[in-house]
């Protein structure tokens, strides 16, 4: 059964409401939480790509990376749960995990579900939350990973047109 119905959200992906890369979050995390997501891709056999500026590198523990100088170039990792869709984990801070999905890959209902596993999967291993925040409005998801509901819910009203 899906978490949420297309017809209910669609809105929330709606390229011109929107933007095109919404951020993604996991607040109140931590080096061991940035570690059990790079676990989680490696179980789930994700295909992975991690990189410092143009140089691809094997994936680090996260303390490594989390422990870079201030003047280094922000590693990435890109993540695809399928081959179409992508999510690229910026490794700015130990006390947030952030990503972006680009919208133009979750259109319809098989690609929302898509979306919601990947969330949920993330989610369920850390025990947190996992908000997605329009591009550029940070700190006002439209809808996310509840722990307590084990399931992604809405989190706002679709906006006004």
Do not use: H, N
């Amino acid at each position: 059964m899906s978490d949420l119905l297309w017809d209910d959200v669609a809105d929330f992906f709606d390229l011109d409401l929107m933007g095109s890369l919404p951020d993604v979050r996991v607040p109140d995390a931590s080096v061991e939480d940035w570690q059990a997501l790079l676990d989680l891709v490696g179980e789930r056999g994700w295909a992975c790509q991690y990189s410092e500026g143009a140089t691809v590198l094997p994936v680090p523990r996260a303390e490594t990376v989390l422990d870079r100088a201030p003047d280094a170039e922000c590693p990435e990792l890109r993540v695809w749960p399928s081959t179409d869709m992508l999510a690229i984990f910026r490794f700015l801070a130990a006390e947030e995990i952030d990503f972006d999905v680009d919208l133009q890959e979750l259109q319809g209902q098989e690609r929302l579900d898509l979306f919601c596993r990947f969330l949920s999967d993330i989610g369920r291993r850390l025990g947190k939350p996992v908000l997605m925040d329009p591009e550029g409005d940070y700190g006002r998801p439209v809808l996310g990973f509840d722990v307590q509901a084990d399931r992604v819910v809405r989190l706002a009203e679709p906006p006004v047109r």
